[in-house]
């Protein structure tokens, strides 16, 4: 194992512990989680692995196989002794030993190799993947005892409070929750979870996510102004968050501009989920294709968080015969999905490539998308 073998080479000694954690797609409910409403992604076979060793003081030495080392050069550690040291993506790691420690557990140093292979910049949120492989492993090393759910949570303390970047539970959870062949629907107000079966392939179906090679960047500031946009027109409205806006027509009827686009896609949305899961109970699976389309629409239009390059992935998808598609994640670049009949694939792949070409832009890259288990220990 990579991360093994590098982290006898950088520290001399065997990692006490070893965590996989995933990244996700979300199959639909897209920027509800914040809102206090439905979400349901799924854990994909790619993520970040955590090797893991305590140390007897309070420094934590960081490698990473995917950092800067020049060509033909293995990365050096970074020694993190204070935690205005951390920089850019090291903040998320120091951001979990500083949430165990506000939270009041007794969590010294470590020495950690971190190795990933989720797509960059591909909306599969890596770096929900780090956090939550460096809190497991950090939970088991340390025997804190602590549920799936809480490390989650601490894991998303890290990235609101320490990095900055206001995100809900979704991407969490979903990597410390999911099960293998289920896509884990979450009360994000209630954070009450449920794993319900997906068995695609008994439909002759898959999953086609297609990575445009947007710019993905939620830190710049346009995540976070539509979370404002809700958060002011909760306040409008009288509501605690927009998941309990009952009366849709009376709700728009009192605002204008975007508080009203981000209400009708908050509350149609999570309409959406629920329509969705119910769906999945009646085994209409070949039938959830609708629902994406109009949730794409709605990110589009109302929520104002898509690309040119995901809006024409989605068009070209469907021109080939997707059943569905929509772009998945917080938006402004990153990935578009597409449920596909297995005989469809190629078909879909092809015509999203060309409709690129047309255009000048970089060909998009495809990867099949398998429903894939939450964090767990390698060893």
């Given at each position: 194992m990579r991360a093994v073998d590098a982290f006898r080479a950088a520290y001399g000694r065997d990692p006490e512990r070893v965590w996989h954690a995933p990244g996700r797609v979300n199959l639909i409910g897209e920027h509800t989680d914040y809102n206090d409403g439905f979400v349901l992604p799924f854990a994909v076979p790619w993520g970040v692995t955590a090797a893991v060793s305590r140390r007897d003081?309070?420094?934590?030495?960081?490698?990473?196989?995917?950092?800067?080392?020049?060509e033909g050069q293995a990365?050096?550690?970074?020694?993190?002794?204070?935690?205005?040291?951390?920089?850019g993506w090291s903040r998320y790691v120091v951001g979990v030993f500083w949430a165990l420690r506000e939270a009041g557990h007794a969590v010294r140093g470590a020495d950690i190799v971190i190795d990933g292979d989720v797509p960059q910049g591909a909306g599969l949120s890596s770096s929900a993947a780090?956090?939550?492989?460096?809190?497991?492993a950090l939970d088991d090393l340390y025997e804190l005892g602590l549920a799936r759910l809480d490390l989650a949570l601490l894991s998303q303390?890290?990235?609101?409070?320490?990095?900055?970047?206001?995100?809900?539970?979704?991407?969490?959870?979903?990597?410390?929750?999911?099960?293998?062949g289920h896509v884990l629907f979450m009360d994000c107000r209630s954070l009450a979870?449920?794993?319900?079966?997906?068995?695609?392939?008994a439909e002759g179906l898959q999953i086609l996510i297609i990575d445009t090679g947007a710019h993905h960047e939620l830190a710049d500031g346009q995540y976070a102004r539509r979370r404002r946009d809700c958060e002011s027109a909760a306040a409008h409205l009288g509501v605690r968050a927009l998941r309990d806006v009952t009366d849709l027509a009376a709700a728009l009827a009192r605002l204008d501009g975007d508080e009203r686009?981000?209400?009708?896609?908050?509350?149609?949305?999570?309409?959406?989920?629920?329509?969705?899961?119910g769906l999945l109970r009646a085994g209409a699976v070949r039938e959830i294709g609708a629902l994406l389309n109009a949730s794409h629409i709605s990110l589009r239009d109302q929520y104002e968080v898509s690309s040119p390059e995901l809006d024409v992935a989605v068009e070209a998808s469907l021109r080939g015969g997707a059943r569905g598609a929509r772009m998945t994640g917080g938006g402004f670049g990153g990935s578009a999905i597409a449920l596909v009949a297995d005989d469809r694939a190629d078909q879909v792949r092809a015509e999203v490539v060309k409709a690129y070409e047309e255009r000048g832009w970089a060909a998009?890259?495809?990867?099949?998308?398998?429903l894939a288990a939450g964090a767990h220990r390698l060893q």
């Open positions: 003081d309070d420094t934590i030495r960081l490698l990473s196989l995917q950092g800067s080392g020049g990365p050096e550690p970074l020694v993190i002794s204070e935690y205005d040291q951390a920089q780090l956090e939550v492989s460096v809190a497991m303390k890290a990235e609101n409070d320490f990095v900055g970047m206001p995100c809900g539970i979704m991407d969490q959870a979903a990597s410390a929750l999911s099960r293998e979870t449920r794993n319900v079966p997906l068995d695609l392939a686009k981000r209400v009708q896609h908050v509350v149609t949305e999570n309409h959406r989920v629920e329509a969705l899961i998009p890259r495809f990867f099949p998308a398998s």
